[in-house]
């Protein structure tokens, strides 16, 4: 059970904040108000919390507009609040990081479970992220080597391996990784 976290409560009616916020601080968690999609983006960007709660009814630009920035800025995870789950909501949850909702009335044992849910999960979420962008950082990397690894076979009329042998020693010999050799030499040929 995670605690201590950091969650932005999201709502224009302010009893629904104050009930929200009310019983998160019960819980330990620290939290943060906003009462609309501007304030709910500048506290997302400035605290990057664990979690951001936010009434789907958000009087302005909207709450699905508001909580598509936030995860697509990759500063949180959003769970709207709403007392009509019709068909159209589950739909936009789909596209949600979390499919998850807290409904109205406030029922405090649903949010806790769900908001404990929703932080394990983020926290799961955004591991995998980081191994999906240092995956797709070494597929790059192995791809420029292997461009620039052709380009020496051609150059000097050498077998693959040899290729390799020599990239491998004038990156070391230079102290650089053989990614920066082969964007140098990528570079050379253009």
Known sequence: MIR??????VSSNDKIRNI???LLKKRGYSIYEASDGASAIRLARSLKP?????DFNLVGAGAYNTARIIEDDNLSSVIFITSNP???????????????????PINPSQLYQIVEFSLINSSKIKELKIKVDKLENKLRARKKIEKAKGIIM?????????AYTYMRKKSM????TMERLAEEILKDKN
Request: with cysteine.
């Open 173 to 176: 010999d230079r102290c650089i």
């Open 50 to 54: 664990h979690l951001v709660l936010m």
């Open 154 to 162: 051609r150059m000097y009329n050498i077998s693959e391996d040899e």
């Open 20 to 22: 929200i916020s009310g």
């Open 86 to 104: 019709n068909k159209n909501f589950i739909e936009l949850l789909k596209n949600m990081t979390i499919y998850a909702y807290i409904t109205i």
């Open 4 to 9: 201590q976290g950091i969650i932005v409560v």
